[in-house]
């Protein structure tokens, strides 16, 4: 199978620290000043440019990230579709938040808005504290549960003929049906290192996506997730993804020159204030990627141009593919090779990085035959014929 390039869209801001967009803190200090002069706001004419940029260079998709910290997803990337053509947005979204039937109606209208080009990407949160700030009280597995039964929810009622009927724990949905004309709905990602995530996401998910660990980790996990999505009949319906940050040059000198200049801007006070969060983080992937390092600056290659840096202070994915162009394919090819099809990349600044790996690993890994070409534009899917127009008279005299 080809393998798939995504990007990642900053709706916090971007710069040129290692952080750019991820941490959650404030770029303003307290009377307004603005902390970093390079900071990029999250304007739609900033995200358009990255957005036009990712599509120009051949990316299929580009990440929203959710959560307070940044934009609201659906409403930049509703905005962005008009400033493309072909680009697909990763919509980062929180089940138990909203009915899913009004879920699916949002998606069914963004497809049409978009012509088709919406993904999902389902995030439950691993945050108690930041979920209670949105009026969720549920713990871990609870809000996994809670997902199981809003995708059920979400894919019964899409196109549902008869009406959808569920009752659940969570849901009781009464004959429910949403149109999702001519576009249908759209393909789910979902992470989640957890037992109660690996199972909802054997049952429900289309790509199954992981932060990025060491090839061994991964494979094991890869492994664990084929056996539940075959014990619930899905084996050939699942597929695997990865998310990474991306440090990709012209030689290994000046990638990680780079990566050394994104560890020097970071104090021992900090790191150990973001570990602490992580270790006691309810996320098991985020747990997963703090014990990559333990804090410790020097463990972070933790395998050949897999460097750990991000993940001394940033949430989420931590690591990063470094080195120059051939050595940074050849990674991708190595995660490739133990099933991973799509790619979820980024950098700081996301606009520059962008052009970075496009125009060299990219170019390595489409002459090799193991890039896919840049998906066309979705097309509807067919529908019943439209009406005859009726007939009116022309007006007399």
């Known amino acids: 199978m080809p393998l798939h390039l995504h990007w990642y869209l900053p709706t916090n801001g971007d710069d040129r620290g290692i952080v750019g967009s991820g941490d959650g803190e404030p770029r303003h200090g307290a009377e307004g000043a603005v902390r970093y002069s390079r900071f990029r706001a999250p304007t739609v004419g900033y995200l358009g440019q990255i957005a036009r940029a990712a599509e120009q260079l051949g990316y299929e998709a580009v990440l929203t990230p959710t959560g307070l910290w940044c934009e609201d997803a659906w409403i930049v990337t509703a905005a962005l579709s008009q400033v493309t053509t072909r680009l697909r947005f990763l ?5 138990g938040l909203i009915s899913p039937t009004l879920a699916a109606h949002q998606a069914a209208t963004f497809q049409r808005v978009s012509d088709g080009r919406l993904v999902l990407n389902i995030v439950t949160g691993g945050d108690s504290a930041e979920q209670r700030r949105l009026g969720d009280h549920l713990d871990h597995d609870q809000r996994y549960a809670r997902a199981d039964e809003f995708l059920a929810v979400l894919r019964g009622v899409a196109g549902a003929r008869p009406a959808f009927d569920f009752t659940g724990a969570h849901y009781d949905v009464r004959d429910a049906s949403v149109d999702v004309a001519p576009w249908g709905p759209p393909p789910v990602f979902f992470g989640g290192a957890s037992p109660a995530a690996e199972r909802v996401a054997a049952r429900h998910a289309d790509v199954y996506l992981a932060w990025g660990e060491t090839p061994a980790q991964i494979a094991e996990r890869l492994g664990r997730m084929r056996e539940l ?5 899905r084996e050939r319906d699942l597929s695997f993804g990865i998310r990474f940050h991306v ?12 990566a050394e200049r994104l560890l020097d801007g970071l104090d021992d006070a900090r790191i150990a204030a973001h570990q602490a969060v992580f270790a006691a983080s309810e996320s098991v992937g985020q747990r997963r990627m703090a014990a990559l390092h333990g804090g410790d600056r020097s463990r972070l290659e933790v395998h050949p141009n897999v460097w750990a840096g991000y993940g001394l202070v940033r949430g989420g994915g931590g690591t990063a593919i470094v080195g120059s162009h051939e050595q940074v394919a050849e990674r991708i090819e190595e995660y490739h090779a133990l099933g991973l099809d799509h790619f979820i990349l980024s950098g700081q600044p996301h ?6 790996l496009a125009e060299g690993a990219a170019v390595l890994l489409r002459a090799r035959g193991l890039l896919a070409p840049p998906a066309p534009a979705p097309a509807a899917l067919p529908g019943p014929p439209a009406p005859p127009i009726p007939s009116v008279a022309a007006p007399a005299g």
Request: glycine share 4%; proline share 4%.
């Open 91 to 95: 919509v980062a979204f929180r089940p």
């Open 229 to 233: 999505a075959a014990a619930a009949g």
């Open 247 to 258: 440090i990709s040059r012209d030689t290994a000198a000046e990638a990680w020159a780079e």
């Open 351 to 356: 606009l520059e990085e962008a052009y970075h």
